[in-house]
């Protein structure tokens, strides 16, 4: 199993950028994928989360209405829009796959589950 994020860099507050998270090594569309942050001097925390049905659940409810997750099957990845950056979103982000647990969102059960390297993510005010 490997997951390898992109997508990460510098940004001004107020900018967009969108990650990317791309599956190897297990059923993709079997499985919930969920994005997570560490930011400097925080706890992990996770952020969004798709199912295998494609739903969406919110794990931080700072990102609601500025984050959108998405998946391409075809592709086998996964990604993380986020809009209206602030400064409190600088954080290196991971994706996190759970391929076993029929394809539902848990947020535990993702953070058991299989971790990409991350991406840093920095936002300049």
């Known amino acids: 199993v490997q997951l390898v994020e992109s997508g990460g860099g510098l940004v001004q507050a107020g900018g967009s950028l969108t990650l990317s998270c791309a599956a190897s090594?297990?059923?993709?569309?079997?499985?919930?994928i969920g994005w997570f942050r560490q930011g400097p001097g925080k706890e992990r925390e996770g952020v969004l989360c798709?199912?295998?049905?494609?739903?969406?659940?919110f794990f931080a409810d700072s990102v609601k209405g500025r984050f959108t997750i998405s998946s391409d099957i075809a592709k086998n990845t996964a990604y993380l829009q986020m809009d209206s950056l602030n400064v409190d979103d600088t954080a290196v982000y991971y994706c996190?796959?759970?391929?076993?647990?029929?394809?539902?969102?848990?947020?535990?059960?993702?953070?058991?589950?299989?971790w990409g390297q991350g991406t840093q993510v920095t936002v300049s005010s």
């Open positions: 996190a796959a759970d391929p076993y647990s029929g394809g539902g969102c848990n947020v535990r059960r993702l953070a058991d589950g299989y």
């Open positions: 090594g297990f059923t993709f569309g079997h499985a919930a």
């Open positions: 798709i199912n295998s049905r494609g739903y969406r659940t």
